[in-house]
T-cell receptor, first 115, second 110 residues
């Protein structure tokens, strides 16, 4: 049973370019979460999605960031017009049901470097 | 405001001894608590969890204690091993997401 799969593991983008991070949840999981870890900081919640729905995006920056979890295919976290401050590790996680009372499992992360 | 806090950024322990990692939370709506272990350049790995209806959960060398009245939980690792050296995050759940503490770096010396 494969775990949460993220790609790419490492991504380098120039300022102003777009970054797309992909996440396939664990088999049987329909709830996906994205977290960000800035250098020397903890994990910060960004967005929670179920298939075709954004449930909670209270942690998403208001501009340039968007997320989707289509009916078919992986969840995508998209960052437009990247800036140096977007350099971070982005972790996707999944669970069978909502986080309350359920364990959330994380992927290996995608490390974005903006040059 | 930080709803989940790990006040010790680092902890050093001798191999074979007990490691105790602490975590405090402020939101009384949290009802499920988890500990994750993280190595550099890897994702967090789930270790152990506890529901708010319990005060203790044990899994091998790992035990989590929950004190609801104090809004405090702790992770005990005994005996500690060098391979336990990592950053440990506590997390609390009570809504749509997990809220994480800032992490404690555990170093187990041989």
């Amino acid at each position: 049973n494969a775990g949460v799969m993220q790609n790419p593991r490492h991504l380098v983008r120039r300022r102003g370019q777009e970054a797309r991070l992909r996440c396939s949840p664990m088999k049987g999981h329909s709830h996906v979460y994205w977290y960000r870890q800035l250098p020397e900081e903890g994990l910060k919640f960004m967005v929670y999605l179920q298939k075709e729905n954004i449930i909670d995006e209270s942690g998403m920056p208001k501009e340039r960031f968007s997320a989707e979890f289509p009916k078919e295919g992986p969840s995508i976290l998209r960052i437009q017009q990247v800036v140096r401050g977007d350099s971070a590790a982005y972790f996707c996680a999944s669970s069978q049901a909502g986080s309350s009372g359920n364990t959330i499992y994380f992927g290996e992360g995608s490390w974005l470097t903006v040059v | 405001d930080q709803q989940v806090k790990q006040n010790s950024p680092s902890l050093s322990v001798q191999e074979g001894r007990i490691s105790i990692l602490n975590c405090d939370y402020t939101n009384s709506m949290f009802d499920y608590f988890l500990w994750y272990k993280k190595y550099p350049a890897e994702g967090p790995t789930f270790l152990i969890s506890i529901s708010s209806i319990k005060d203790k959960n044990e899994d091998g060398r790992f035990t989590v204690f929950l004190n609801k009245s104090a809004k405090h939980l702790s992770l005990h690792i005994v005996p500690s091993q060098p391979g336990d050296s990592a950053v440990y995050f506590c997390a609390s759940s009570g809504g749509n997401m997990l809220t994480f503490g800032g992490g404690t770096r555990l170093m187990v010396k041989p």
